[in-house]
C-alpha cells in the first residue's frame, strides 16, 4: 500500500505513491467523498452535503500518511479528512486504459451453444431455505443472464415464488401475469402456436423489463422448445465481423412500437445495441413482431444499417448461438431481458402448452444478489 503523498504546487491534486501503482485524486473529489458524519450519515451511508457545501477555492493545505489512512487538512476552512487507504484503493479512478467500446459488464460472461451442457439452474425448495444456494443462483443470472428453476408444483402464479426470492414483479398493460398458450384472435403472435424468433420482450417500453419469469404448467404438444442466446455475444460477433456495422446499430435510435389491443400505444426510441457513455454493453433490444418503421438513420447510412442489422439477425438464428431446452411441467426459467434473447419453436397437435410469464426489475434481484455475498462472503 502507499507509502508517500505529494501535493500539486496549487493544493488541488494529491498523488499517493511508492508501494502501490501512483494514484491521482482531486481534491474536491476528496470533499466530495469525504466519510466522516458530517459527510456521511454514520447509519445509512447517505451523503449529508450537497455541492453548494463545498468551497469553490478550495484546495488541499496538508496531506500525510499514517495509521493506515491518508489524512487530508483542507484550505481555505481548515476542514480535516481521513480515508482508509484500502477505500482509496478501491476507488482509483487515475487509470490510462479506455474500456473498449462493447465491453461486458462486471462479472458477465458471454456464451454459446457449449453452455447446453451446463444450464445454469436451481430447484425451488433449496433457493427457498438456502441463502447460499440463492447467491449462486441468482451470480449465474448475473454471470449468464438466465437460469432455469426446476421442482415447482405446476400451479397459477407459482412463478411469483421465483420473483419473491429477489424482489417484485413489475406489472404492465399484459397484467401482473401473463398467459402464454393458444388463443382464439390473439392480441399477441406470443399466445399462439407459431414460432417466434429469438427476441428480447417488450421492447417498446422505456424501459424495458429487465427480467421476464415464464413457468410451465403443461408441455404436452409436440415442439414448443424455449430457446435462449447470449445478446451480449451475438452483438460482439457482429464487432468482430463488422465494427462499422456495431457503430451503426449502437449509433442510430430504433423505433418499436405496440398497439395490439384497446388503449394502448407504446412507443420507444431506443438502438438496438445501447451502450454506456463509456461503451459498455448495457442493453440489446431485438424483436422483428415490435420493430416499428425506423426513421432516425440517415439516407447515407441506412443501407449499411441495414446490412449490420440483417447481419446480427443471422447471427442470433444461428444455431451454435443457441441453448434449448423443453421445460417439464414445474419448471421455469427466467432471462435477463436487457441481454439474454428467448425464443420458442412452434407447436401443434394433440397436448396443451400452458406456460405463464411475468416481469421483475434487474436492480432489485442485483441488490439482493451484492446483499447475500456481503452477508456470505
Ligand atoms: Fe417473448
Not at 494514484?23 to 466522516?36: E, G, I, Q, S
Request: negative net charge.
Amino acid at each position: 500500500m502507499w507509502r508517500e503523498v505529494e501535493l500539486s504546487e496549487d493544493g488541488t491534486v494529491l498523488r499517493l505513491h511508492d508501494g502501490a501503482p501512483d494514484a491521482r485524486f482531486h481534491a474536491v473529489w476528496l470533499r466530495d467523498n469525504a466519510l466522516d458524519p458530517a459527510t456521511r450519515d454514520a447509519g445509512n451511508g447517505q451523503r449529508l452535503i450537497t455541492l453548494a457545501d463545498i468551497l469553490a477555492d478550495l484546495s488541499i493545505s496538508a496531506a500525510r500518511i499514517g495509521e493506515g489512512q491518508l489524512h487530508v487538512t483542507f484550505g481555505p476552512d481548515g476542514k480535516a479528512c481521513a480515508w482508509p487507504l484500502r477505500w482509496l484503493h478501491d476507488h482509483v479512478y487515475d487509470r490510462d486504459d479506455q474500456p473498449e467500446t462493447g465491453h461486458l459488464p462486471a462479472h458477465a460472461t458471454t456464451w454459446d451453444s457449449a453452455l447446453n451442457t451446463a444450464i445454469p439452474t436451481g430447484d425451488l425448495g433449496q433457493l427457498q431455505t438456502y441463502e447460499t444456494a440463492r447467491r449462486d443462483w441468482l451470480a449465474a443470472i448475473r454471470r449468464y443472464g438466465f437460469a432455469k428453476v426446476t421442482g415447482m408444483t405446476p400451479r397459477e402464479g407459482g412463478l411469483f415464488d421465483i420473483v419473491d426470492l429477489f424482489g417484485y414483479v413489475r406489472e404492465t398493460n399484459y397484467g401482473r401475469l401473463f398467459e402464454v398458450r393458444t388463443e382464439v384472435n390473439p392480441v399477441n403472435l406470443a399466445y399462439t402456436g407459431l414460432g417466434l424468433q429469438a427476441h428480447t420482450d417488450n421492447p417498446y417500453r422505456d424501459p424495458v423489463p429487465t427480467l421476464q419469469v415464464l413457468a410451465c404448467l403443461e408441455n404436452s404438444a409436440k415442439g414448443g422448445e424455449n430457446m435462449v442466446v447470449d445478446g451480449f455475444a451475438a452483438a460482439l460477433r457482429l464487432r468482430g465481423e463488422n465494427p462499422r456495422g456495431f457503430a451503426l446499430l449502437a449509433g442510430y435510435p430504433m423505433r418499436f412500437s405496440y398497439s395490439g389491443s384497446a388503449g394502448v400505444a407504446l412507443q420507444s426510441r431506443r438502438p438496438i445495441i445501447d451502450l454506456s457513455p463509456d461503451g459498455q454493453l448495457q442493453c440489446i433490444r431485438f424483436n422483428a413482431r415490435s420493430a416499428a418503421p425506423c426513421i432516425d438513420v440517415p439516407f447515407a447510412d441506412m443501407a449499411d444499417w441495414y446490412t449490420a442489422y440483417r447481419r446480427l439477425s443471422d447471427i442470433i438464428d444461428d444455431t451454435a448461438m443457441e441453448v434449448q431446452f423443453k421445460l417439464s411441467p414445474g419448471e421455469a426459467f427466467i432471462v435477463d431481458n436487457t441481454r439474454v434473447l428467448h425464443a420458442r419453436k412452434g407447436y401443434s397437435g394433440a397436448g396443451n402448452r400452458w406456460l405463464q410469464g411475468c416481469y421483475a426489475d434487474k436492480d432489485g434481484l442485483l441488490s439482493t444478489l451484492v446483499s447475500l455475498e456481503a452477508s456470505h462472503a
